[in-house]
């Protein structure tokens, strides 16, 4: 598998005060990407942000923005984040079940990398008859909807099925994402890691970043 390991810090737990000096202390800090949680008050019990803040971070950041939707209806408002300038734009499959297929293709059609999220407690079965057709498997490892909460172990097995269907696009893990908890999303599979709180709380984000990094290193 020769995916490259990325490092995505989620800019919930961010200073938004200070969104430009953020971006860009987590780009010199090493980060791959910058993962952007879109959160609407109805699929999940916290509001965030929307298409005019992706844009404002799109004009400052200089790395690729894997954009997180954790929204209702989320095939409406593909076209817009997509126009905002989203890289990697994911959608959760619970919050599109019944027209999944549709909600694909409409945002397959933006021209987006496309990810599909899945909670905790959803399986990844109903995904396997779309993996051609999905580049990114964003498996979360705590319920959406708040930073800082602690990583499930118990949804590893989902990443292990993956791979093991053959599924060779990112993998990406989400939630309680730190020291402790990388070397076994990556063991398990994973090739992306988002971390919130641990490293915009870190005394040296660098540093946490490159550990985060290593914990996926052939040599250990
Ligand atoms: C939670 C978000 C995560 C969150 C992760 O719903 O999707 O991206 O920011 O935060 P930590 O790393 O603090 O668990
Ligand atoms: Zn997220």
């Given at each position: 598998m020769a995916l490259e390991t990325r490092i995505a810090p989620s800019l919930?737990?961010?200073d938004f005060g200070d969104l430009a000096g953020e971006l860009a202390r987590a780009e010199a800090a090493g980060a791959d990407w910058h993962h952007v949680d879109v959160m609407d008050?109805?699929?999940?019990p916290n509001l965030t942000l929307g298409p005019v803040v992706v844009q404002a971070i799109r004009r400052r950041a200089t790395l690729p923005l894997d954009v997180h939707l954790m929204i209702e209806r989320p095939a409406e408002w593909a076209g817009r984040f997509a126009e905002a300038g989203a890289d990697i734009l994911s959608f959760h499959y619970e919050a599109a079940r019944e027209d999944f297929e549709a909600a694909l293709e409409t945002f397959r059609s933006t021209g987006c990398r496309i990810g599909v999220a899945v909670n905790p407690?959803?399986?990844?079965e109903p995904l396997r008859p779309y993996l051609d057709r999905i580049d990114l498997v964003l498996v979360m490892s705590?319920?959406?909807?708040?930073?800082g909460q602690a990583f499930l172990p118990e949804v590893l097995p989902k990443v292990r099925q993956l791979r093991e269907w053959g599924f060779d696009g990112d993998l990406e893990m989400d939630g309680g994402i730190r020291d402790t908890t990388a070397r076994a999303c990556l063991e398990a599979g994973c090739n992306v890691l988002v971390s919130g709180s641990y490293l915009f709380g870190a005394a040296d984000m660098e540093a946490a970043i490159q550990g985060l990094r290593q914990e996926g290193a052939p040599a250990r």
């Open positions: 919930l737990s961010c008050g109805h699929f999940v407690d959803q399986g990844v705590v319920y959406a909807g708040f930073g």
